[in-house]
């Protein structure tokens, strides 16, 4: 049933049966490592109060993303479907949504393990298709922007992430994230190679124009509450510093950048943060 809308994400079940039916889909999806009893078996008592607050916010932050891109390819699959796509680009589509659902469900299992509960402090930063473009745009905007962009910057953080990361479920969580988040990339740059050519000199330039937008707000995303932690200990529940950070994003938006330029996508070029 829906929930009044409150700033919070309420990721609560409503129904005894509804939430078995929810843990054991996930858990046939789930490499071992990352089922429902990994989490149960996860002890907070091994680290201290300080290093729990630090792994708690982090992954309630991240269960925040992954519902806005779980809402955001929902949204693409429809968009996919009325534009007439192929069955396979389609059968694409549902993965992309269920592994954003699956994505949801893991880090609301680590927020749960941290000793969160069901309600994720803040609201999602939503990215919603605007009904009042066309619709190839639409879909263009959400290949390009989402997809290439975003998941393709977001798997190779992502991937860093997982290298300096100590603590087992944190590791198992992080490996299904960058696993789905890689094929997403390569999924937006298939559909990019597939429908760039039909868009017209116009659609272009207003696609070009968008990117530049979806640029900032990756990057702004990217670097969110970053600081000066040089001299920090590093946190062993998934903690990528932020001089890494830079080192890893330059790196992957470079090859990014170089990917779109050979499809004959120009990236603009966004202030530094």
Same mark, same amino acid.
């Not at 932690?229 to 990014?256: H, I, S």
């Given at each position: 049933?829906?929930?009044?809308?409150?700033?919070?994400?309420?990721?609560?079940?409503?129904?005894?049966?509804?939430?078995?039916? %929810?843990?054991?889909?996930?858990?046939?999806?789930?490499?071992?490592?990352?089922?429902?009893? @990994?989490?149960?078996?996860?002890?907070?008592?091994?680290?201290?109060?300080?290093?729990?607050?630090?792994?708690?916010?982090?992954? %309630?932050?991240?269960?925040?993303?992954?519902?806005?891109?779980?809402?955001?390819?929902?949204?693409?699959?429809?968009?996919?479907?009325?534009?007439?796509?192929?069955?396979?680009?389609?059968?694409?589509?549902?993965?992309?949504?269920?592994?954003?659902?699956?994505? =949801?469900?893991?880090?609301?299992?680590?927020?749960?393990?941290?000793?969160?509960?069901?309600?994720?402090?803040?609201?999602?930063?939503?990215?919603?298709?605007?009904? &009042?473009?066309?619709?190839?745009?639409?879909?263009?905007?959400?290949?390009?922007?989402?997809?290439?962009?975003?998941?393709?910057?977001?798997?190779?953080?992502?991937?860093?992430?997982?290298?300096?990361?100590?603590?087992?479920?944190?590791?198992? =969580?992080?490996?299904?994230?960058?696993?789905?988040?890689?094929?997403?990339?390569?999924?937006?740059?298939?559909?990019?190679?597939?429908?760039?050519?039909?868009?017209?000199?116009?659609?272009?330039?207003?696609?070009? &124009?968008?990117?530049?937008?979806?640029?900032?707000?990756?990057? %702004?995303?990217?670097?969110?509450?970053?600081? @000066?932690?040089?001299?920090?200990?590093?946190?062993?529940?998934?903690?990528?510093?932020?001089?890494?950070?830079? %080192? =890893?994003?330059?790196?992957?938006?470079?090859?990014?950048?170089?990917?779109?330029?050979?499809?004959?996508?120009?990236?603009? &070029?966004?202030?530094?943060?």
């Amino acid at each position: 049933m829906p929930r009044p809308r409150a700033p919070e994400l309420d990721l609560r079940s409503v129904d005894p049966a509804l939430a078995l039916s %929810q843990r054991r889909f996930f858990d046939e999806q789930l490499p071992r490592g990352a089922k429902a009893a @990994d989490f149960s078996a996860f002890k907070p008592a091994r680290y201290d109060a300080a290093t729990i607050r630090w792994g708690l916010r982090a992954w %309630q932050a991240r269960t925040l993303d992954e519902y806005r891109s779980q809402v955001a390819f929902t949204e693409l699959l429809l968009e996919l479907s009325e534009l007439g796509c192929s069955f396979d680009i389609l059968t694409a589509g549902v993965r992309l949504v269920r592994d954003e659902a699956r994505h =949801v469900e893991v880090c609301r299992r680590l927020t749960l393990a941290l000793g969160g509960d069901g309600i994720i402090p803040g609201r999602p930063s939503f990215v919603r298709s605007d009904p &009042r473009r066309p619709h190839f745009e639409r879909v263009m905007r959400s290949v390009m922007g989402s997809l290439c962009l975003g998941e393709t910057l977001s798997a190779a953080l992502l991937a860093a992430t997982l290298k300096v990361t100590s603590d087992p479920l944190v590791r198992a =969580v992080l490996t299904v994230l960058t696993s789905d988040e890689s094929f997403h990339g390569q999924l937006g740059w298939k559909l990019l190679a597939l429908l760039w050519p039909l868009a017209t000199p116009p659609q272009r330039k207003r696609l070009e &124009r968008q990117l530049a937008d979806d640029l900032a707000f990756v990057q %702004q995303a990217a670097f969110a509450n970053c600081e @000066d932690d040089a001299g920090r200990k590093r946190n062993p529940l998934g903690d990528l510093k932020t001089a890494e950070r830079r %080192q =890893v994003y330059d790196r992957a938006l470079a090859k990014v950048r170089a990917r779109f330029t050979a499809q004959g996508v120009t990236l603009p &070029r966004p202030a530094r943060t």
